[in-house]
């Protein structure tokens, strides 16, 4: 992975507000209570020194009943056991992390990556997971036409499988800086165009809060793409960056998240909120105390009303 360089932030920016009053604008004292439901995930990469029976156990004592799955995990335990053990633990899996590659700057082909992905849908499928998170890989040598090309080709022979798992596969774009290393998605309209080509019910976005916060008009946009949101990953900005790895759990950094949860939740997004926190600082906490904290944080950063919103999309 690139270094990272620091980028200028010296407060926490608001996203532009709809200039039309809505319901949760004009709404009450008395309806101000209780905050809408929204459904937080731990992904295995925030507690990347646990094992998945330690994820699944931590989730559980910390009053969380979702996990999101990283891959190296579920592989070192045992997909049968995996399977098993989430069935036994009815825990709802929020999202498998990650497939692609798909351009080969990896070291892998198209087609081991196109078999590897398949392997990751039918698994996600048994464990009743919402989607598959899709990394495109980088751009390499080859032309951004040709790289597209190879990422359309591998979404259309994978979308028929995903259905018939019944599970989406959620592309993800990602800051510039992981351009080199992860893929050549760096926006919201590099990856929507992706999308309109493939062209399929079971292909939307994960949306990365991290890597998306910065996007030009984002209020706006978040309310025109949320019927193509299939996960919401979520961590926290630190200015200014101090590692690689230095995201921070919800509300502890620079990143309007209070205004991208209403938005989304406005939209009518009742998908899952993956705490994915890449961090050299607190992968060396004890983690329940930090799920605990995360739980507790990403509450206060959601809407303390009933918000009028846009019939759910999942």
């Known amino acids: 992975m690139s270094d990272w360089s620091t980028l200028s932030r010296t407060s926490r920016p608001q996203l532009e507000r709809a200039d039309q009053p809505t319901a949760h604008d004009s709404a009450s004292p008395a309806q101000q209570t209780s905050p809408p439901s ?3 995930s731990v992904n295995g990469l925030t507690t990347i020194r646990w094992d998945l029976l330690q994820d699944v156990s931590g989730c559980r004592d910390s009053e969380i009943s979702s996990i999101g799955l990283w891959r190296p995990k579920v592989l070192e335990f045992g997909e049968d056991r995996a399977i098993e053990l989430l069935r036994d633990s009815s825990m709802d899996v929020s999202s498998v992390s990650w497939v692609g590659g798909f351009t080969g700057t ?6 081991d990556s196109v078999w590897d992905a398949r392997q990751a849908i039918r698994f996600a499928g048994e464990v009743g997971a ?18 597209r090309r190879l ?40 990856t929507t165009d992706i999308l309109a080509m493939a062209d399929h019910p079971q ?23 949320v019927s193509l949101v299939k996960v919401v990953q979520v961590s926290d ?5 101090r590692s690689r790895h230095d995201r921070l ?8 998240l209070a205004e991208i949860f209403e938005c989304l939740i ?45 019939p759910p999309t999942r």
């Not at 906490?285 to 605990?292: K, R, V």
């Open 38 to 40: 929204a459904r937080l």
């Open 266 to 310: 406005r939209a009518g997004y009742r998908g899952h909120y993956d705490l994915q926190v890449w961090s050299d600082k607190s992968w060396r906490e004890d983690y329940l105390e930090l799920i605990g904290r995360a739980r507790r944080q990403f509450q206060d950063l959601l809407p303390p009303t009933p918000v009028a919103a846009a």
């Open 106 to 111: 990896n070291g892998h082909s198209f087609h």
């Open 151 to 190: 990422l359309l080709d591998a979404l259309r022979e994978l979308a028929d499988d995903a259905a018939e798992a019944g599970v989406h596969l959620a592309l993800q774009p990602m800051h510039p800086m992981f351009a080199s290393d992860w893929t050549f998605l760096t926006t919201l309209d590099e």
């Open 130 to 147: 919402e989607c598959v998170v899709v990394v495109s890989g980088s751009r390499g040598t080859h032309t951004l036409n040709h790289a």
């Open 249 to 256: 759990l919800p509300g502890d950094g620079i990143i309007p």
């Open 237 to 241: 900005w630190h200015e200014p960056v």
């Open 203 to 225: 292909i939307g976005l994960a949306f990365d809060t991290y890597h998306l916060w910065q996007e030009p008009g984002l209020a706006a946009r978040l309310r025109e793409l």
